[in-house]
DNA sequence: ATACAGTTTCCTGTTT
DNA sequence: AAAACAGGAAACTGTA
């Protein structure tokens, strides 16, 4: 814990294509989304839940991808590579690369560390990639997320999907680039 | 092999 | 009613 504290977990050596995490491999679902810009009825289930879920998904996954194509000026912004390890260094990471994170995290408060989750769903999908666990939902990555309010790392914002970060998250600051 | 941090999973209850 | 929030408890996983 005071490790990720004191010092920072970029690696120099760690690149934004780093072809075993790039974003065309970690989001290649075409096979769960066929055609689906051809598409015109809109309904692929009966129910228009689940239907609306899927297309939701699909806007995330291929926004992604698309991102991913963009980021082709690798070395630009290396500390947006988002291979840390810990969920709220991801989360950072997301909030502080607007091109990748597609909408799905947005600054409240960018001077005070206040964000919103604005696509539940899609952090947890995105969460859920990146450890290689398709089981992952907002409801278990929200309880990672409450303990960090014992360590510090965020602080309570009694607003819904709304979090801040605490004294003991670092690297998020606009100026402390 | 052991220990620990950081989750992940599950659950029951409350709130928005 | 659905989605979030709250935490306790226990399982799990990677690293030291």
Redesign the pocket.
């Known amino acids: 814990?005071l490790?990720?504290v004191t010092h920072n977990t970029f690696l120099p050596n760690v690149s934004f294509c780093d072809p075993l995490m790039s974003w065309t491999d970690l989001f290649s679902n075409e096979e769960y989304y066929p055609a689906f810009e051809h598409q015109t009825g809109y309904s692929f289930f009966n129910d228009p839940?689940e239907t609306k879920a899927t297309i939701k998904d699909y806007a995330v996954s291929s926004c992604l991808k698309t991102s991913g194509i963009k980021s082709q000026d690798c070395h630009s912004h290396s500390r947006t590579s988002l291979q840390s390890?810990?969920?709220?260094e991801f989360v950072r990471d997301l909030l502080l690369s607007p091109e990748e994170n597609c909408g799905i995290l947005e600054w409240e408060d960018r001077e005070q560390g206040i964000f919103r989750v604005v696509k539940?769903?899609g952090l947890a999908k995105m969460?859920g990639q990146r450890?290689r666990?398709d089981?992952?939902t907002?409801?278990?990555?929200?309880?990672?997320l409450?303990?960090y309010?014992k360590?510090g790392i965020l602080e309570?914002v009694?607003r819904?999907?709304?979090y801040k970060f605490g004294k003991n998250a670092h690297g998020w600051q606009e100026d402390k680039l």
């Open positions: 814990m490790d990720s839940e390890s810990h969920l709220w539940s769903e969460w450890k666990n089981r992952m907002y409801e278990k990555l929200s309880r990672a409450r303990y309010y360590t309570r009694d819904r999907l709304v």
